[in-house]
């Protein structure tokens, strides 16, 4: 078969290497605090990858349990304490609007996942940087990062193209529109030039900057397409659905496919290889270098910050 | 039947008078925005209520239409017009959470629902001031506030305890505890003294100051305690189920309770003025009048803030 897997792993590596020497080279100590309100084993893995990567690379996790109703309060406390530079949940919490309600809890000089409004609304907007002095870029959301880091990694992004429209011509599909990850990466890589089909149990979207790229942000279209139709198109399927039942046919992929799936579970059919050019399996060790990248951005303007005012 | 029904309409009167006045004597034309991207009758209604409730006490209202999809982008720019006072979306829009996304797009400045994250935040937190001076009070979310002025109105509030205070030693029942309404009104109730049971399909929650009321701002616990055990201890039951085939049984009932239903379908029996001494059917015409309250201080407080500008 000629279908390259490519592991997470691999792609995070270079990530955790940089990461490791800039934090060494530096002789600085930034430090993570993840609360875990819910007993769900996605997360309880993710907690358990969070820690063991810091451990490598050398930043300080702190695990914190909390009952689902002194989450808030927990996370108040984490904003106010100066030694602490970067604060993570491992959703779902109350599972509904109340988890979009704590996402926006976290301060924004502390926000490593990128959940914040803010940080939401600038993906959605195109926007790069969080002050008006264009000296902070943004916290881009970790699992949305993750998947353009892979794109870039595996040559889906073409640095021939000038930055900001390097997936111009590509066709993307996005199984998945939360709010927490579907809807921002189908943003984000619309954003970057793409023509992206989000798709949903709702139906079909179409993300674009309009023919020719001549939209400084994307917008979106509702369309009657279906998903069988569109995937036959995509040169990119990344597929993120929550639950064990859903397979996309690999009889849908166009052949040459690039498939990623950023679920916990398998979404992809056992012979998507005989289709795909290139298979990754899932993102979440990249995710966790990105958690780590934002932590460093965020301990950064935080110490710049505080010189100011001193 | 010893009952008093108790209408929105009487509820309302001296407030639309008073704004009435105030509009008048100022001769000031505050703008009200409303968007309606969506078919649902109760939406329209409010709608149609909004409209005209505004044409009477001199409120200059405007009904703008959109797609969802073009929704955020009509509040960026509604948000950016120095003519528009105030905004508010009819609501559901998507239906889910990026009804909460859209709702942090309302500039706070515009913000009369109140349900932007900041002042939802506040609510929670008994945060009464938007700015550190203490100069501008906070936005407080419209149906939740029409609730609290009708329970002032019918003496539930008890003007002989000290401000903040004054639903100390009352026990209340919110059937209902969504982002918008439920769970800020709960969250309200207990700020001003109260014991509420707050009360859903996943369960029964206790918002309280803690017993001698001994906190700045309420906590939430968790209860086994089922809505059949603890409705009957409460001197106010509140309803705001959104589905026809919700009736709450008035033999639950507490005989001399105070019945207030703020779904727009009728959430308590026919015969629930067996049992209550005062029932009042719905709030909607309190809202109306708290969302124009709420764009008169808004109002002022733009021309404050362009007025420092000068």
Chains 1, 2 share one sequence.
């Not at 995070?12 to 084993?41: H, M």
Request: with cysteine; glycine share 6%.
């Amino acid at each position: 078969m000629s279908c390259k897997t490519i592991l997470a792993s691999k792609v995070s590596a270079s990530f955790r290497t940089q990461i490791k020497e800039d934090i060494k080279e530096r002789n600085i100590r930034p430090k993570l605090v993840g609360f875990l309100a819910n007993e769900d084993p996605a997360a309880i893995k993710y907690a358990e990858w969070t820690a063991k990567t810091c451990a490598e690379t050398g930043v300080e996790f702190e695990l914190r349990k909390a009952t689902k109703l002194e989450l808030e309060g927990k996370i108040t406390e984490a904003n106010e304490d100066k030694s602490v530079n970067g604060i993570m949940v491992y959703y779902p919490v109350f599972g509904g609007k109340q988890d979009l309600y704590l996402q926006s809890c976290v301060s924004e000089l502390k926000d490593v996942e990128g959940l914040c409004h803010k940080f939401v609304h600038n993906v959605y907007h195109n926007i790069r940087f969080m002050d008006s002095t264009e000296t902070m870029k943004c916290i881009i959301p970790c699992t949305p990062l993750a998947c353009v880091k892979i794109l870039e990694y595996i040559g889906v992004y073409n640095p021939v193209m000038p930055y900001g429209n390097r997936l111009y011509g590509r066709t993307i599909a996005v199984v998945n529109r939360s709010e927490i990850v579907g809807r921002p990466l189908a943003a984000m890589l619309a954003n970057d030039g793409a023509k992206v089909y989000s798709i949903d149990v709702t139906g079909v979207q179409i993300f674009t900057r309009g023919s020719g790229i001549k939209l400084a942000a994307h917008q979106v279209e509702d369309t009657e397409l279906t998903a069988e139709q569109v995937i036959p198109q995509c040169d990119v399927v990344i597929t993120g659905v929550p639950t064990p039942n859903y397979k996309l046919s690999t009889s849908l992929l166009k052949d040459g496919v690039i498939a990623i799936n950023f679920s916990s579970f398998k979404n992809f059919e056992e012979d998507v290889k005989t289709r795909a050019s290139i298979y990754v399996p899932s993102v979440g060790k990249v995710t966790v270098a990105m958690l780590e990248r934002n932590l460093l951005r965020l301990h950064d303007y935080q110490n710049d910050l505080t010189e100011k005012k001193e």
